[in-house]
């Protein structure tokens, strides 16, 4: 048995300010150079820790095996929006599409998961059902300026306004939300991606 490999992986578990700083996972590179004896060793570390941030959940879905996927859904069945966010974001083969809207829609709404939105819209980006849609389109009108202004970008990309989620082009609008009133800007969003705005939204705002 290569000791080493192991001693490798349970040192790249440890946090330190570089993996902190730069979102640096554990070297999931090893599974692939490990014997089957290392990785079910690997597994039971991880097993062992349980889920305690995004990079115990990515490398229990790259290991891959019905014991990591169920722990993986039993936490997302358990968790809370932040620990269904993560879920979401670093292991979301293990959703049903059902799941994975329910998931989506709840993270999209859920201040909570705020450290977690970024890989939220990744998937946003792959995934948008109506019920998805509905929840961007609910957080421009409701989620503070910053958020709001990213949900509309999504938006624009995904009705073709825009050549990709980080396109430069649309951004002046965009920057807009962090100092203009909302009603007005939702009304333009709405109008730039053919969309009527929302039912109860015009009965409130008429």
Do not use: K
């Amino acid at each position: 048995m290569n000791s080493n490999l192991l001693d490798r992986f349970r040192e790249s578990m440890i946090m330190n300010h570089e993996r902190w700083h730069d979102g640096i996972g554990y070297d999931l590179a090893l599974l692939a150079e490990a014997t089957s004896e290392e990785r079910a060793q690997i597994e039971s570390l991880l097993t062992a820790r349980g889920i305690g941030d995004w990079r115990d959940v990515e490398a229990l879905a790259a290991l891959d095996t019905p014991d990591t996927r169920e722990i993986l859904q039993q936490a997302y069945e358990a968790g809370g929006g932040e620990t269904r966010a993560m879920i979401l974001s670093h292991a979301p083969e293990i959703l049903g599409e059902d799941e994975r809207t329910e998931a989506l829609v709840a993270a999209l709404g859920d201040e909570a998961a705020a450290d977690e939105l970024i890989g939220v819209l990744l998937e946003v980006e792959e995934h948008h059902p109506p019920h998805v849609i509905e929840a961007l389109l609910r957080g421009v009108r409701e989620r503070e300026a910053i958020t709001a202004g990213e949900f509309a970008m999504m938006l624009l990309f995904i009705h073709g306004q825009a050549e990709s989620p980080w396109d430069m082009a649309p951004r002046p609008f965009i920057l807009r939300f962090q100092e203009e009133a909302r009603e007005p800007l939702y009304r333009e969003l709405c109008a730039r991606i053919g969309r009527a705005p929302d039912p109860e939204f015009q009965r409130h705002h008429p």
